[in-house]
């Protein structure tokens, strides 16, 4: 992606035959282009110079429609997005949506939907009750990969879930926040009506590593060579799994808490109603729900708790390893 | 009538206390059973009391936050009782304990909503 790109998260709209619409899908703005400057956006694709889109338009109209697309925020030059301080993201994969992959988004979403609970328990059984000794190679490498493999294999899960129900994909990627690095998903379902669609969506990507831990630990038992290397695997699987549950923000398991409990941005209203006293007051006097709401956002703001003991757990065992 | 009023509220207090009592029942003499009748009896507890019609993953929300605890300890207290687990320093079994804990409510919580969800439909919409 050498050249300027219109960014894939737009839709394009034509009104009439002098202005276009186009809407950010990711922020929900909208913006009136005329005809010409929306059809120069259009041909921006990230492989084509814009300076050879239209030869009849001189360096400096280039330099302008780009500058006005910019100030839109509708372009991106690079893989690598820098949104804020120590905060990058790098986009890996944008899905062309087809037909075909719709189906066959479809089809993988089922089997993950009705497989991934059968699979996992089954496996637990029958790894304990063949009592498998696990030996001690490959373990760090059965770890490691499990995690990489861990990442994309979930957010695969989200992908696939979003595709079946008809919401959009934008794009696949990796990030860092800060000292963190993880893997996302950008989606829109907000045109999804049904809400246990958009909970299957969030839960997708926790399914799917379950799903993989329970084939991984059937792996484990079969093989003899390799039983520590995928029973690492499995390890971390669940274990990335387990972090999606919690209810923290940014996190499926709030996400998914959010639409069951029918609370809109769950994770911002914890904040707002933490932060302001007159919020509260005011939400306090709907009476008995209200105040419940408030006691319910206190209680989730508690499980913030679990990631600062996940990074401590995280440096102590690196310590002792390195000791 | 207001003896009649106030009998209505006793029960949905003692309808409330049911589940808690089959979580600690639990904790002492360990029987599956009673598991599964803590989280049965936390169903009908929130399809029985009227106060928590149509704001039902709220309510389950809070119960199961509450009645799980027993049944969360005990479990956190059995992994550690694991011979392999069992001679880990007592700073790391605080910090485990903590995100075991954490990981352990969430999946119920999300848990106990997904079927709370998948029972009761329509529910109000709560504006935060």
Known sequence: MSYPMLVNWTDIKIINKDEVIIKDRLVGDCYTLDWYTAWFASKLDGKTDPYKIDRRLSYDDVEELLDELDDMDLLRCRRILARDFAEIYLTLWIPRESISFRIASFIINKLLLFLWLPVFVLSIFYFFDSSVHINDEYLLLGYFIGLISGLIIHESGHMFACLAYGGQVFEIGVFIKGIFPGAYTLTNASNLKKRMQRVQISAAGIEANFLFAGIALFMATWSKTLCGFFFEFAVANVFLAALNLLLVDGIDGMAIMGELLGIDDLADKTKMIKKSKSKKRKIASKGITGKLSIFVCYIISVVKIAIPIIILISVMELILCLI | ?128
């Open chain 2, 1 to 128: 009538m207001s003896y009649l009023r106030n009998y209505k509220k006793y029960y949905q207090i003692v309808f409330t206390l049911i589940p808690m009592l089959f979580s600690i029942a639990f904790v002492l003499f360990r029987s599956v059973l009673l598991l599964v009748l803590t989280a049965v009896s936390l169903f009908v507890t929130v399809g029985a009391v009227p106060i928590f019609r149509k704001r039902e993953n709220l309510w389950m929300f809070l119960l199961a936050a509450f009645i799980m605890i027993p049944i969360n300890l005990y479990m956190i207290f059995a992994l550690f009782s694991i011979d392999s687990l069992a001679g880990y320093d007592l700073i790391y079994k605080i910090l485990y304990g903590g995100m075991l804990y954490c990981v352990f409510f969430s999946a119920e919580e999300i848990l106990f909503g997904f079927i709370t969800r998948l029972i009761w439909k329509k529910q109000y919409k709560i504006s935060i």
